[in-house]
């Protein structure tokens, strides 16, 4: 019986670095990105693998090679449903169900794996979100259609801005400052009652809920370097939503 033929090292780093780049994009903690790439390499037949994964780049090389490849990561988002999809191609390849071409493949073609929803339904989740926990922290039914209302327009400023004008913060300040704007209006109109209730509510879709998590949990795990980038960022998220309402509160309040 002849030996199989082992794949291109070539092939194995693309396969390791792009799921891990699909990862840490993702939201994925650091340990289970660094994980998941040194499984892959070792079920491809480099079982001395070396990664190093921070919420900003992955480093990958073979301590049977001469030379280490670099991955730039540019976005950062939450999508856990990449992050099962990406575990499940993981093991599927483990389990000799797919090759590495094929693992290679379906992980270029991500976006059509994973199940997407459609904006108007985001939307529309974003604004059940809102009236819900507004009344769960303490509101009233007389604010619950308003927060409804004004925590979908809320995320649509958020989703649009990020879409057009991609600049870091900026999505988040001008939602908030809408979303205090609107919450004003509403109270001065008598369309509402409670000011706080309606902005506490309608925020909640911005908050960076998992960021800080994930970066508690890499922290912990001894990742400091990406546990501490993750957190900055979660921190400048949360400040640009505290200035959108405080400017707010500054000028009409």
């Not at 994925?28 to 079982?47: C, F, H, L, P």
């Not at 070396?50 to 480093?59: I, N």
């Amino acid at each position: 019986m002849s030996k199989m033929k082992q794949p291109p090292i070539q092939l194995i780093l693309d396969t390791c670095l792009m799921a891990g780049k699909i990862m840490t994009e993702s939201g994925s903690e650091v340990y289970r990105v660094e994980d998941t790439m040194n499984r892959i390499a070792e079920n491809a037949g480099q079982k001395e693998s070396v990664s190093y994964v921070t919420a900003t780049g992955l480093f990958m090389g073979f301590r049977s090679s001469n030379y280490t490849q670099i991955e730039n990561v540019t976005e950062r988002s939450i999508n856990l449903e990449k992050v099962a999809i990406v575990n499940n191609l993981s093991r599927k390849f483990a389990e000799k169900e797919i090759t590495l071409e094929e693992l290679n493949h379906r992980l270029t073609n991500i976006n059509h794996e994973a199940p997407t929803y459609s904006i108007p339904l985001q939307i529309f989740a974003a604004g059940v979100v809102s009236c819900t926990l507004m009344y769960i922290f303490g509101g009233t039914w007389n604010d619950f259609l308003a927060t409804f209302f004004i925590g979908m327009i809320g995320f649509s400023v958020s989703f649009f801005t990020k879409e057009w004008l991609n600049i870091k913060f900026l999505d988040d300040f001008l939602s908030a400052f809408t979303i205090g704007l609107l919450a004003y209006l509403a109270v001065t109109f008598h369309l509402a009652e409670n000011m706080d209730n309606i902005i506490i509510g309608a925020v909640m879709p911005l908050v960076p809920g998992v960021a800080i998590t994930n970066s508690f949990r890499d922290i912990l795990a001894g990742h400091l370097i990406s546990g501490t980038a993750r957190g900055t960022e979660a921190i400048f998220v949360a400040g640009s939503i505290g200035i959108g309402i405080a400017i707010v509160f500054k000028l009409f309040i």
